[in-house]
T-cell receptor, first 117, second 110 residues
Framework: GAVVSQHPSRVICKSGTSVKIECRSL??????MFWYRQFPKQSLMLMAT?????????EQGVEKDKFLINHASLTLSTLTVTSAHPEDSSFYIC?????????????FGPGTRLLVL | GENVEQHPSTLSVQEGDSAVIKCTYS??????FPWYKQELGKGPQLIID?????GEKKDQRIAVTLNKTAKHFSLHITETQPEDSAVYFC?????????FGAGTTVTVRA
């Protein structure tokens, strides 16, 4: 149990376009979903925390108008990178914590590799 | 915020030997400490976790110890196998958020 999926797994886009990444919890309902960014050979950096039906909470330095997060249901959160630029190229990973007991445990998706040309 | 330091950054061990990774955290209010394994190009996979009311936890070849007084916790992998080669991250939960260590690249030599 506790499977999280992401789509797409890999995306290449032109500079200035927008890209949407989906994160789904497949076999559980998620109270909270988290979005992380990971650059090569570096650790995971939290971008934002989202709760179903509420506005996302962004970490310091993360532009909320550039990284739009929608948490439409207890199983789906989306991250839209608007007007993407080459410096946005990175590995984007979501995680989800389940409703109920052990809410602190985060289960991660497989990640989405974004390359902006 | 929470600051997590992880050592060593790289670790090479002979197959069958043990591997130990150590982490320290800064905020005594942190109450949950997971360890993740990340293979190249994949998302992190939870391998073991420990809560602040427990000092040690074991799951087959993997064990984690927590010293709340010293604010450090460690991952122990025994009888290492080639498939244990990966990057390992420790994390500490503070105010519903995880802060991650910098990661340890573990290589198991056959």
């Amino acid at each position: 149990g506790a499977v999280v999926s992401q789509h797409p797994s890999r995306v290449i886009c032109k500079s200035g376009t927008s890209v949407k990444i989906e994160c789904r919890s497949l076999d559980f309902q998620a109270t909270t979903m988290f979005w992380y960014r990971q650059f090569p050979k570096q650790s995971l950096m939290l971008m934002a925390t989202s709760n179903e039906g509420s506005k996302a909470t962004y970490e310091q330095g993360v532009e909320k108008d550039k990284f739009l997060i929608n948490h439409a249901s207890l199983t789906l959160s989306t991250l839209t990178v608007t007007s993407a630029h080459p410096e946005d190229s990175s590995f984007y990973i979501c995680s989800a914590s389940r409703v109920g007991a052990f809410q602190e445990t985060q289960y991660f998706g497989p990640g989405t590799r974004l390359l902006v040309l | 915020g929470e600051n997590v330091e992880q050592h060593p950054s790289t670790l090479s061990v002979q197959e069958g030997d043990s591997a130990v990774i150590k982490c320290t955290y800064s905020d005594s209010a942190s109450n949950y400490f997971p360890w993740y394994k990340q293979e190249l190009g994949k998302g992190p996979q939870l391998i073991i976790d420990i809560r602040s009311n427990v000092g040690e936890k074991k799951d087959q070849r993997i064990a984690v110890t927590l010293n709340k007084t010293a604010k450090h916790f460690s991952l122990h992998i025994t009888e290492t196998q080639p498939e244990d080669s990966a990057v390992y991250f420790c994390a500490a939960r503070w105010r519903n958020k995880l802060s991650f260590g910098a990661g340890t690249t573990v290589t198991v030599r056959a």
